[in-house]
């Protein structure tokens, strides 16, 4: 089936800094890729919509110039956490779209700010 | 807007059968999944069903659909203790609707008794 893979799995940070998840689908090219936030014992919720050569939609509420989104080609979409705040910890899940409007997962990635 | 409901705990002893349910309120959902998360990862798809179809089976998974009840369910035969994992009922409306985003049901936890 198809693979999405995300770097890094786990990362802590000190507050004030930014940080950067890949997202990439390894054997398939994904014109749209979801970003998803999950809190713990939550459901996921849909971050933004990344389209690969336009800006991203991000959903009500979901400050943009926080979560800068990049789209640069049809494997690899990246999310930047910036100047990351404790209340930013939480589990970010990426999703690449096939043509078939099925989704596939990365595995995800456990941010914790100190 | 668009809702999705399930239960959210279900335990069962290993070797019976697991009934997962889900309902949902968008009459135009073309297509159902049901994903898997093991605890850290990220989400696996199970399988999925287009709503013009009752019924999918696929090894020890099948999926039953009740479009006028709006009612999806997922049964595991044989149940492992492998299964243990919550699992997400999700939906996305009609091609061209959107940007194909899925709605998820908050999940469901699947505890296996040995």
């Known amino acids: 089936g198809a693979v999405v893979s995300q770097h890094p799995s786990r990362v802590i940070c000190k507050s004030g800094t930014s940080v950067k998840i890949e997202c990439r689908s390894l054997d398939f090219q994904a014109t749209t890729m979801f970003w998803y936030r999950q809190f713990p014992k939550q459901s996921l919720m849909l971050m933004a919509t990344s389209n690969e050569g336009s800006k991203a939609t991000y959903e009500q509420g979901v400050e943009k110039d926080k979560f800068l989104i990049n789209h640069a080609s049809l494997t690899l979409s990246t999310l930047t956490v910036t100047s990351a705040h404790p209340e930013d910890s939480s589990f970010y899940i990426c999703s690449a779209r096939l043509a078939t409007d099925t989704q596939y997962f990365g595995p995800g990635t456990r941010l914790t700010v100190l | ?114």
């Open chain 2, 1 to 114: 807007g668009e809702d999705v409901e399930q239960s959210l705990f279900l335990s069962v002893r290993e070797g019976d059968s697991s009934v997962i349910n889900c309902t949902y309120t968008d009459s135009s959902s073309t297509y159902l999944y049901w994903y898997k998360q093991e605890p850290g990862a990220g989400l696996q798809l199970l399988t999925y069903i287009f709503s013009n179809m009752d019924m999918k089976q696929d090894q020890r998974l099948t999926v039953l659909l009740n479009k006028k009840d709006k009612h999806l369910s997922l049964r595991i035969a044989d149940t492992q203790t492998g299964d243990s994992a919550i699992y997400f009922c999700a939906e996305t409306p009609a091609s061209g609707a959107g940007s194909y985003q899925l709605t998820f049901g908050k999940g469901t936890k699947l505890s296996v008794i040995p």
